[in-house]
C-alpha cells in the first residue's frame, strides 16, 4: 500500500534556490499515491517553471489569487478545503515573514489562512537570513500556532557558506508528511521523561525537597505520547494523575532518579530532564526523629548524583533535554548549563511571578547548539506540545547530520 495513497497534499513553493528541489519532492509524493495540488508564488516561477510542476503533477498549477477562471471553478477557499495538508518547500524568509504576520497578498498566504489543515513549512535560506533575528522571531510566532517547521537542515548553501538554512531533503520532507498523517512524529521512538521534585530524608519525618509540582514534566509525558512515542515517565513525589499510556516509575531521592533513568537511558531515544532534582542530601539520616533543642542545628549535606550529566556523559547518549529553572541572568545560566553539561538541548524559565512552580503557566527560553526559541507564557499543555515539536524537529536534523 502506498503510504500517501488518497492523500491530498498542496504543495506551495516560494521563491528561492531549493525550488528546483520540490520537483523531485512532487514527484515522490505522487509516487507514494498522493493527488498533489501545487501553487507557487510569482517569485517561485522565476527559479522553476509551471511546465514543469504541471507536468509531474498531471495537473494545472494555480498562481493567481485574483483569478476570474479559477474562481469558478476550484476557487481559493474549495482549494483550502480540498487539502489534507498544506506543505510549503521551499519556504524563503519572506514568506514565512508574511505568514507569521498574516499576509494574504497572494494565493498561497490567503490559502494559508483560509485552511483548518496542518501547515508544515521547510524553510530554505542563507544561514544568515535563517539567523537574523526578525526570522527567528517570525519561526517562533508560526511555531505557536503550531505550523510544523521541518528543518532547515545545516551544511553547503547555494551561496557558498556553510550553516543552517538548507532545506530538508525530499526524503525527509516525504517521511515528515508522512508521519502527519500517523500524527506520530515520534512514532517508534522511546522517550524518559523526569518530572516531579526529589526528596531526601532528614529524620522519619522530614525531608528536604522543593516546589516542583510535576506539573511541567507530567505535561512532556503527556505531548510525548500524542506525538506516537512510548513513553517511560519517572517520577518524583507530585499529586497528579499518571498520563494514559505511560509506563511510570515512582521515585524519591534523587538517588533513585538517578539508578531508574541510567537503567533504561542507553536504550532510549531521547531524554527530557524536567525534574527539580535536589542538589544535596543528608550526609547522615537520623534513625529517629531528631527532637528540638534550644540551640540551633546544622545538618552536613553532601551532593547527589547528577542525573542529567550522567545521562549526557553515557558512550551512546539519547538527545538529551535538560532544563534550568533561574532566578536571574537566564541566558547566560541556562548556555553555560549547555555547554557545561554536553546538552542537546535546555528549556529554561524564570522562577516567580506566577511562572514554573506549582503553577498551570509557564514560559520558556529554548537554547541549542547554534539556535534558540522563546515560547512565551502559555499553559503548560501548550509550551509541552511546543516543546516537543522542537526537540523532534532537532532531533531528526542532528541524526540526518549523522547520515549524511
Ligand atoms: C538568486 C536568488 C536566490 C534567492 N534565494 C532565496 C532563498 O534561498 N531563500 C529565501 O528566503 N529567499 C531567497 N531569495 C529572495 C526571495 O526570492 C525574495 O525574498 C522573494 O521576494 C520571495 O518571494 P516569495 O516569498 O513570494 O516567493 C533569493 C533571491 C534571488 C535573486
Not at 498533489?36 to 514543469?52: D, G, K, N, S, Y
Not at 498531471?58 to 498544506?86: F, K, Q
Request: with cysteine; glycine share 8%; aromatic share 4%.
Amino acid at each position: 500500500m502506498k503510504s500517501l495513497a488518497n492523500k491530498r497534499i498542496l504543495l506551495g513553493v516560494t521563491g528561492g534556490i531549493a525550488a528546483y528541489k520540490s520537483a523531485e519532492l512532487l514527484r515522490r509524493l505522487r509516487e507514494q499515491g498522493a493527488e498533489v495540488q501545487v501553487v507557487m508564488t510569482r517569485a517561485a516561477c522565476e527559479f522553476i517553471t509551471p511546465l514543469t510542476m504541471q507536468a509531474l503533477a498531471g495537473r494545472p498549477v494555480c498562481m493567481e489569487l485574483l483569478d476570474h477562471d479559477n474562481e469558478t471553478g476550484m476557487g481559493h477557499i474549495e482549494l483550502a478545503r480540498w487539502s489534507d495538508v498544506i506543505l510549503i518547500a521551499p519556504a524563503t524568509a519572506n514568506f514565512i515573514a508574511r505568514l507569521a504576520h498574516g499576509m494574504a497578498d497572494d494565493l498561497l498566504s490567503t490559502l494559508c489562512l483560509a485552511t483548518d489543515a496542518p501547515i508544515m513549512v521547510a524553510p530554505a535560506m542563507n544561514r544568515q537570513m535563517w539567523c537574523n533575528p526578525a526570522t527567528q522571531a517570525n519561526i517562533s510566532t508560526i511555531l505557536q500556532r503550531e505550523i510544523n517547521i521541518l528543518g532547515p537542515g545545516d551544511g553547503e548553501q547555494a551561496c557558498g557558506e556553510r550553516g543552517p538554512g538548507r532545506m530538508l531533503e525530499p526524503g525527509q520532507l516525504l517521511q515528515a508528511v508522512g508521519a502527519i498523517f500517523e500524527n506520530a512524529m515520534l512514532a517508534g521512538k522511546h522517550i524518559i521523561v523526569t518530572a516531579g521534585p526529589t526528596r531526601e530524608a532528614i529524620d522519619p519525618v522530614r525531608y528536604i525537597s522543593n516546589r516542583s509540582s510535576g506539573k511541567m514534566g507530567y505535561a512532556i509525558a503527556r505531548a510525548a505520547v500524542e506525538a506516537g512515542a512510548a513513553v517511560t515517565l519517572v517520577t518524583g513525589p507530585v499529586a497528579l494523575p499518571v498520563p494514559e499510556q505511560v509506563s511510570s516509575v515512582k521515585v524519591n531521592t534523587a538517588k533513585e532518579m538517578h539508578d531508574a533513568v541510567l537503567s533504561s537511558a542507553g536504550s532510549a531515544d531521547i531524554f527530557i530532564a524536567a525534574a527539580a532534582v535536589t542538589d544535596y542530601r543528608c550526609q547522615d539520616v537520623a534513625e529517629q526523629k531528631i527532637k528540638k533543642t534550644g540551640q540551633s542545628l546544622s545538618l552536613e549535606l553532601e551532593r547527589n548524583p547528577d542525573v542529567l550529566a550522567a545521562v549526557a556523559s553515557l558512550g551512546t547518549p539519547p538527545f538529551t533535554v535538560g532544563f534550568a529553572a533561574e532566578t536571574e541572568l537566564l541566558k547566560d545560566n541556562a548556555i553555560r548549563k549547555l555547554e557545561d553539561k554536553g546538552l542537546d538541548m535546555i528549556a529554561a524559565n524564570l522562577v516567580g511571578d506566577g511562572l514554573a512552580f506549582e503553577t498551570d503557566d509557564n514560559a520558556l527560553e529554548v537554547f541549542w547548539p547554534g539556535g534558540s526559541l522563546s515560547l512565551p507564557t502559555a499553559p503548560k499543555e501548550k509550551l509541552a506540545r511546543q516543546l516537543i515539536h522542537t526537540i523532534a524537529r532537532n532531533y531528526y536534523e542532528k541524526h540526518s547530520n549523522k547520515a549524511h
